[in-house]
Every structure is written in C-alpha cells, then in structure tokens.
C-alpha cells in the first residue's frame, strides 16, 4: 500500500522554492482496544465529572484554568488561546545550515520523509545540493497549529524533516550525580571489554521487535478461535552483586567461559 501524504508545503531557502508532501516516517503500531462495560459489553465513553455535584459537565461549559506556585488560577478562555496560536503557513523555512550530524540525537524528537509535490527538478535539485554541501539545514514550519524546528537532511538519498524538541525540553546530564563507586580490579576490566567485543556487532532493525506487542495479538488471536489462553509470565535471572561472578557467567553464557 502506498504511502500517504499527511501535509504539503513549500521548503524555501534563500529564494529557492521547493514543493514538498511529507510523509509519517514512523509508525504508531500499538495495540488498541475498545471500553466496554463488562456487565452487557455495551460501548462506554469517558466524561468530565464536577466531583462535588457528581454532575456531568459538557465539554462547552468547561474552562481551562492555570495553576500558579502560590496556590491560585488563572482563568484562560478558548478564544485567548486561540488567538496565540502561530498563524497558519504552508512554508518551511530552512533557517540556517550546519555541518552534518551536528545535532545532539537527544533533540530529535519525530522523523518525516519528504517527497516532491509537482516540482521534481526542484525536488532533485535539493537532494544533490545537500548531498555536495554535506550539510543539514535547520528548518522551522508551522503545522495543524504548532509551530516546530527541524533538521533537514538526507538518509539514504532521500530527503527528511527530524522535528526538534525545545530547549527546555532536554534534560542536561550535568543535573546528574556523577557516579561513583570502588575502583574495578583489572581481572573485571579485561571481562568486561571481552564480554564487550563478544557482543559486538551490526545494528539489524529486524531483530528488535516489541515482544509484548506480539504476545497480545497471539493472544487475541488465541481466543478468537476459541483457544484456552494460559499466560506464563515472563521469567527474568536476578541480577547478581558480585560483578566477578556475573561477568564470568556472562562469559560463560556466550561461549567465553
């Protein structure tokens, strides 16, 4: 199945026009289940509640309200926060370009493909200067109301939009306590770097799968043919204390031993 736009726009630097679409380049692949009630499995559906009256509130007589350190609300209306929401534009401005993979991977925060949208030479034109400047650019554009930062680069020849996080949203590893800890004997050094370089090895997106994902499908599947489901929970060793202890039994475990 062919992949679907989700937004267009028009990626411009300096005065060069790009039409682009983008595309979601991640997927959201959870398992999503409907609420019954268990009495008749009738549909049940989450409301607001006034605690107090035990009322229902409809949603138009709710109103957002701020909570301050000191304790009071500061009462906002749906049409104040209406009016500082970015205004709406189709352009993705690329602000600035930077040398490759200068951006920290704690920033990236949501990847998106980007594919022509009429214009291919234009389209193409981009792919080749990026791929001779060796450069990324830094981008910002305003979509469905959100205002984002991103970083424009290729992967693979094709052009992609990283979506940034802000800067307050990056936690500093300076807010850390440094580690501490007695010093490691060398007999644990040299285990450890050659349990190290038996594991070593390339990264294969294949092999990482969501275990728990697949579990509950089998599962629902199980009892869609009118199987007895029995779960076994998953068993993991305890951790040893002894760092000698364990990383000899690692060895051992991965045929060092």
């Known amino acids: 199945m062919a992949a679907r736009a989700m937004w267009r726009g028009t990626l411009r630097f300096g005065q060069a026009c790009v039409p682009v679409k983008l595309y979601a380049a991640v997927a959201d692949r959870s398992v999503h289940f409907r609420l019954l009630h268990r009495k008749d499995r009738a549909p049940v559906r989450q409301v607001m509640v006034e605690p107090e009256a035990e009322q229902v509130v409809p949603y138009g007589e709710s ?8 304790g009071s609300l500061v009462m906002l209306g749906r049409d104040e926060l209406a009016e500082l929401e970015p205004e709406s534009s189709r352009e993705i401005a690329v602000e600035h370009f930077l040398p490759a993979h200068s951006i920290d ?10 594919g022509p949208d009429g214009d291919e030479d234009a389209y193409f034109a981009l792919i080749e200067a990026l791929e001779d400047s060796r450069r990324e650019g830094l981008a910002s554009w305003v979509m469905r109301r959100k205002t984002y930062h991103g970083a424009l680069r290729l992967h693979d020849g094709y052009p992609m939009l990283i979506a940034l996080r802000h800067a307050d949203e990056v936690v500093s590893a300076d807010t850390l306590q440094a580690p501490s800890g007695a010093t490691l004997k060398d007999k644990e050094l040299r285990m450890a770097q050659q349990l190290i370089d038996t594991l070593e090895a390339p990264f294969e997106p294949t092999e990482y799968q969501d275990d728990y994902r697949e579990r509950v499908l089998e599962m629902i599947d199980d009892k869609r043919r009118g199987k007895h489901v029995k779960v076994t929970p998953l068993r993991r060793p305890k951790p040893s204390k002894d760092l000698t202890q364990a990383l000899e039994a690692s060895l051992k475990e991965v045929g060092h031993g």
Not at 63 to 70: D, G, L, M, N, S
Not at 105 to 114: E, F, V
């Open 63 to 70: 109103q957002r309200a701020y909570p301050t350190e000191q």
């Open 105 to 114: 991977h704690r920033w990236y925060s949501r990847p998106y493909y980007l």
